[in-house]
């Protein structure tokens, strides 16, 4: 064990973790941009949104004038134009993505809905900054920037429009409803397309300015899908539509609207071209939603890691101020200084909630930064992207880099994309997923912990509006659904496999540095996923069926939920890490640092623990449950009990034994029968995968005990006397 961690476990926590200590953890202490973009959307987020909500703004899903007002101040603080390029009137340099979780978080950790309806702008913009031609780029970011110089400019504001009213977009985003056909094609000219649109929750529709709207050609003169751009003043029908009556977000706007307009063919995004009288888009709807897709749900992952961190402080000052006032509890008395904390349950599930939001926020950063990385690199890629050799050849090249053995590779464009892009691949839907799916399930957690309370509108931190916010955050751009659906194809890539083998032999290294992180639990949890998924992809079921394939949901699915908590777990190790390296550089960290490593090494090991429990649990249901038992024909299940230490059990279940003797009676007197050679895992071939499930149980040693003590450090921590922002 290192000395520093060892130093450490004699100290606790001393207070909230402050920005110094998120700004390393997150990697953005060598970023002052960042760090003002930060605290100027939090005096937005903890002022003029706080204040919205704690005055009710919540009660109508109406788009009142005083929700309105926050536009404004998003262009003021700068939350507007994080998206922009500092030429179209933006402030940050290069890539954009933790820029934009780092917003996300602020203004979700006070209302997600607020969050929503500053990044629905973006998502309406991003068709266009990911795949729009330069001129469609110029023309709608330009509009779209605020101009401080200028007060009296009012950017203009977009929607993106892509699910459709039942039956057609939903999580199918191919069974598109809304056409587009040409109205007119004036000979030598730019031709005039008819675009009909029908949406149904779409955010920012009560005052959105232009739309980027998903379409199939309805014409055999266009060819497949696109994306077009609609502008309110375009002739037809721009109706914004009728409310969405939601119980979540209400400080976004969200409607049900109906276009019916014409627009000039150069409105597609990306531009088109004419192939035989035909107008072929450049880009079909499907190329450019996942392009946007892949950046925007990182940060909706994050708006739920906000609420679980944001959680912390308000649950702490109701436990511990739950006992005062009364007669029982005379100040100085354990009663009144700790309250609800002196009950260990309450303490250990705050704790929990915490390990949940610090690993889910470092799985959203991660994967914020892997974006940041991967612009560059796929702005820089040569036209043809992998130069005439298949996908699969660039797979086996970068493999062989990884492995060493093609060094030159280093400085090519193509192989390090293929490298990024196979983890961010996989980081995108990951968080999507468990940051928002155990999040809310987590935020219940929290939610519980305030007692009645918490489920009130006077809930300090508003936890009870972040607990149902949160299932939109699972549920908008694609739900749970679609990202085990992505994940499922995207974590058997054998360049993302490469990698991930790379990963726990790390973490190996790591568990022997730094064992009371858990990392040892992690690093065999991830042994025993990757053994699961590789004996999947192998093995029939008891019918002979595959097992691993894309409509066997039963089986993708929760291997793929398995990964999530495997990769946010090495994430927050990962920060860790990387906060014990660089804090003792921050003067301002000193004294406080070792008492904050020891308390974050806890937090770690109480996630990994859980992680691998899950871990375990789904992978031992997967390996297990598609097998058929062979005594259950002929001996009944208690059959199996001749190989377990039957007096152990006897003494827990008096007469336990003798049912379970019966049976191995009849199998001594039979020879041949398969329970001679000991219990299921045997005749099933899975001895190798018993042997790694009792190595991970064994790894959670020590857990207990750090929950234990992070627990306790909950009851000494300091806090402030009250919240930053209204309740
Ligand atoms: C407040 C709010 C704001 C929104 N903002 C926008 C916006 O700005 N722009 C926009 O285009 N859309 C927006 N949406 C729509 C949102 O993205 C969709 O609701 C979401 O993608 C799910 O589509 P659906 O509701 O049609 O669900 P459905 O397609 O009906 O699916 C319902 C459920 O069925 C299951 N399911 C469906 N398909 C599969 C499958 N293939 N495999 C396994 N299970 C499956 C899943 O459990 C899924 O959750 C918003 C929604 C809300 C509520």
């Given at each position: 064990m290192s000395t520093a961690v060892a130093e450490a476990k004699a100290e606790y926590l001393r207070a909230l973790p402050g920005d110094d200590v998120r700004q390393i953890l997150w990697r953005f202490a060598d970023r002052f941009d960042l760090q003002l973009l930060v605290q100027s959307v939090r005096a937005v987020a903890r002022g003029p949104v706080a204040r919205l909500v704690a005055a009710g703004a919540r009660n109508t899903h109406e788009w009142t004038p005083e929700k309105d007002s926050l536009l404004k101040a998003f262009d003021e603080s700068g939350v507007t134009g994080v998206f922009m390029e500092p030429a179209q009137g933006g402030f940050i340099e290069g890539p954009k993505n933790l820029a934009l979780a780092l917003t996300a978080f602020e203004l979700a950790w006070v209302d997600a809905g607020a969050a929503t309806g500053s990044l629905a702008g973006c998502l309406a913009l991003s068709p266009i900054h990911e795949r729009g031609t330069p001129e469609q780029r110029d023309y709608y970011m330009a509009r779209c920037a605020p101009d401080?110089?200028?007060?009296d400019h009012k950017p203009w504001r977009g929607a993106f429009c892509l699910t459709e009213p039942i039956p057609y977009v939903g999580v199918e985003t191919g069974l598109l409803g809304g056409k587009v056909r040409i109205a007119d094609w004036p000979e030598g000219g730019e031709p005039v397309l008819h675009v009909e649109k029908r949406g149904r929750f779409i955010t920012n529709s009560g005052f959105a300015n232009f739309v980027t709207a998903a379409v199939e050609s309805d014409d055999p003169r266009i060819k497949g899908t696109c994306m077009v751009i609609l502008e309110?003043?375009?002739?037809g029908v721009f109706d914004r539509g009728t409310p969405t009556r939601k119980l979540v977000h209400q400080l976004s706007s969200t409607r049900d609207p109906i276009f019916n307009l014409k627009v000039p063919a150069s409105r597609i995004v990306g531009g088109y071209s004419i192939v035989d009288g035909v107008i072929v888009p450049k880009y079909s709807h499907g190329e450019i939603i996942e392009a946007v897709f892949r950046r925007t749900r990182v940060t909706v992952a994050i708006m739920t890691s906000a609420k679980l961190l944001s959680a912390i402080e308000p649950v702490i000052r109701y436990h511990r101020s739950r006992f005062r006032g009364g007669t029982i509890a005379s100040p100085g008395s354990p009663r009144y200084e700790l309250g609800l904390q002196l009950k260990e349950d309450a303490v250990h599930r705050l704790v929990d909630v915490w390990a949940a939001g610090e690993a889910s926020a470092s799985l959203g950063f991660a994967a914020a930064r892997v974006f940041d990385q991967l612009d560059p690199l796929e702005r820089a890629l040569p036209a043809g992207a992998f130069r005439g050799k298949s996908r699969r050849q660039v797979e086996k090249e970068a493999i062989a880099f990884l492995h060493g053995q093609r060094p030159e590779l280093s400085e090519d464009p193509v192989i390090q994309y293929a490298i990024l892009d196979s983890v961010a691949n996989v980081l995108c839907p990951a968080c999507k997923l468990w940051n928002t799916g155990h999040g809310a399930q987590m935020m219940r957690e929290a939610v519980s912990l305030m007692g009645g309370y918490g489920i009130t509108e006077d809930c300090p931190g508003f936890l009870g509006h972040k607990w149902m916010d949160a299932q939109l955050e699972a549920t908008y751009e694609g739900p749970e659904a679609v990202q085990r659906r992505q994940l499922s194809v995207t974590m058997t890539s054998e360049l993302f496999l490469a990698q991930f083998r790379d990963w726990i032999r790390d973490m190996r290294s790591i568990a022997n540095e730094r064992p009371g992180t858990g990392a040892c639990a992690l690093a065999s949890a991830m042994q025993m996923w990757l053994w699961t998924l590789q004996h999947l992809l192998k093995t029939t079921d008891a019918d002979g069926q595959k097992l691993y394939q894309g409509a066997r949901q039963g089986v993708t699915f929760p291997l793929a939920d398995a990964l999530c908590w495997l990769l946010a777990s090495r994430s927050q190790i990962l920060d860790l890490l990387e906060l014990e390296k660089q804090g003792p550089a921050n003067p301002a960290l000193a004294e406080a640092l070792p008492g904050l490593v020891a308390f974050f090494t806890d937090l770690c090991h109480v996630e990994t623990a859980r992680a691998a429990g899950e871990v375990g649990r789904i992978c031992s249901s997967l390996v297990f449950g598609y097998n058929r038992h062979p005594a259950w024909d002929t001996e009944g299940c208690a059959a199996c009990y001749q190989s377990q230490d039957l007096e152990a059990m006897e003494s827990l279940i008096p007469g336990i034994a003798s049912v379970a003797r019966g049976y191995a009676d009849v199998i001594e007197a039979d020879g041949s029968h398969p329970l001679k050679a000991g219990p299921c895992v045997r005749f099933a071939g899975l001895d190798q995968f018993a042997r790694l499930r009792v190595r991970l149980d064994g790894c959670l040693t020590g857990s207990g005990l750090a929950h234990d003590r992070a627990a306790e450090a909950l009851t000494k921590v300091m806090i402030p006397e009250a919240l930053d922002y209204p309740a």
């Open positions: 401080p110089a200028n007060p309110e003043a375009d002739p």
